[in-house]
Structures are given as structure tokens and as C-alpha cells.
């Protein structure tokens, strides 16, 4: 299973619908840097709407591929995440706080934007 | 009355298979959304646990309805090689994995009532509960 990675103009758009396991998003991870490394993307924008649980093992790949991607020189925003996934990120402890984030995609290409000043 | 069910961790898949089924019963039970998330996120972290560190074990299910109150009960299974200090697993931050170190904390958080029986060489048993408010 792949999550598939689109390009637009310099922005790179991933909406999450499958069901997370192990395996998936480690290789999500690989694939998303292969794929800042070949397109020369600037930003990058992780949909979680459809994603109805973040696990601590999720939430640290995520949290990984923000920094990662920071690291090559991409700015990564995680949007639509659910309120249920929210609270129990918080409850387990995880609160993600240098990862950039947005209501939805179209706040997340705003906020990319800005980050990028574009 | 109840009804128990068991999913079998050997591989990991199963973890969401495992979470799958919890977040099925809660649902049937009358959890909420928020509710069902934490009972899934929390059957996630001990199915990965038994994945990660027992190799193999089982999670079963129990839709738990007395006169007062419904509930869900999970229990998490191995026969693994245990935990040496159950004070250390349940500190946030602490892993032997690389991981975050959220999990066993989290669950109880995330949970209403844990309990974590462990025996050096022959395995580890966690009940947990999240009553129907």
C-alpha cells in the first residue's frame, strides 16, 4: 500500500485515506523525501481529514517527516486534523508543538505561502 | 451479559486488524467519536507493544453491561519476556524502542482503569476499561 504524492507548481499535496499501518507510513516517509529530493518542492501539505486515529508510533513518523523535510529544505503543514485524533494526541501525551498545521488544505497552501513568503 | 473476542497479534497488520475490531465494538457499545478514537489509539499502543517486544500474543474484547453501567474491556495478552520495572514502562518518555515513550502512560490516560500484571520470563497481562459516561 502507497500513499500517493502529487505535485503542484512548487508544492507537493498528500491526502492520507487509507488506514495507517506500520509498514505504510514508514514507506510514506521514504517516498515523501525521494520525492522533495527529485521535484525540488519547497512545501509540502499532509491531509489527516480521513484519518480517525494517530498512534504514538503515526504521530513520531509524522512528527519525523516534518523534521526531515525541514532538514532538506521543505516546509511541511499537516491540516484537517480531527478533533477526536486532536484530543487523543493530547492524552497520550503528544503535542507535536514545532509541527506547522491548519484547519484544511486551503489554509494549509495559505499557510505555506506565508511561511514561504511568497 | 457479554460477549468476548479475541484478535491474535503475530504480525503487523494485525495491530490494525486488533484496532479495527475494538473501534467496531465501542461504536456497537454507544462510544462517541472522541471515545472511540482513544479506545482504538490506545488498543493500537498495547497491540504494538505485544508486536514489538513479545512477538506474539492476543487482544480480546469484552462489551462489558452491568445494571448501572456499559463499558468496553480489553485485555492484551502475551507470553512474552515481561517487564522488569513496571515503575520505568510507565513513565512518560521512557522506551527501550526508539519510540516516543507513549504508550503505556497514554493508554492509561487514555483509558478509564488499567491494571498491568507482568512476570520476568513468562509474559505480561493488561486489562483495561472505559466505561460508557
Known amino acids: 500500500m502507497r500513499i500517493p504524492i502529487l505535485k503542484l507548481h512548487n508544492y507537493l499535496l498528500i491526502s492520507i485515506q487509507t488506514e495507517l499501518d506500520d509498514k505504510t507510513a514508514i514507506q510514506f516517509q521514504e517516498d515523501l523525501l525521494e520525492k522533495i529530493h527529485g521535484s525540488g518542492a519547497t512545501g509540502v501539505v499532509i491531509d489527516l481529514t480521513s484519518v480517525d486515529i494517530v498512534d504514538s508510533f503515526i504521530a513520531k513518523v509524522l512528527g519525523d517527516v516534518v523534521t526531515m523535510s525541514d532538514l532538506m529544505g521543505a516546509k511541511v503543514v499537516l491540516t484537517g486534523i480531527q478533533p477526536a485524533v486532536a484530543v487523543t494526541l493530547i492524552d497520550l501525551g503528544i503535542h507535536l508543538q514545532d509541527v506547522p498545521t491548519a484547519l484544511d488544505l486551503e489554509q494549509g497552501l495559505i499557510k505555506l505561502r506565508q511561511e514561504l513568503e511568497e | 451479559m457479554s460477549d468476548q473476542s479475541c484478535v491474535y497479534i503475530k ?120 466505561w460508557l459516561r
Open chain 2, 11 to 130: 504480525k503487523e497488520w494485525d495491530i490494525v486488524a486488533a484496532r479495527q475490531m475494538g473501534r467496531d465494538i465501542a461504536t456497537k457499545v454507544g462510544f462517541g467519536t472522541v471515545d472511540q478514537a482513544r479506545i482504538a489509539t490506545a488498543i493500537s499502543e498495547l497491540a504494538r507493544n505485544i508486536y514489538l517486544y513479545a512477538g506474539s500474543g492476543k487482544i480480546c474484547f469484552e462489551a462489558i453491561e452491568t445494571v448501572q453501567k456499559k463499558g468496553i474491556n480489553i485485555k492484551a495478552i502475551d507470553e512474552g519476556p515481561g517487564i522488569s520495572d513496571l515503575a520505568q514502562v510507565m513513565e512518560d518518555g521512557f522506551s527501550t524502542s526508539g519510540g516516543l515513550g507513549a504508550g503505556l502512560p497514554g493508554v492509561k490516560r487514555l483509558m478509564d482503569e488499567f491494571d498491568i500484571v507482568s512476570k520476568s520470563g513468562e509474559g505480561t497481562t493488561i486489562e483495561s476499561t472505559k
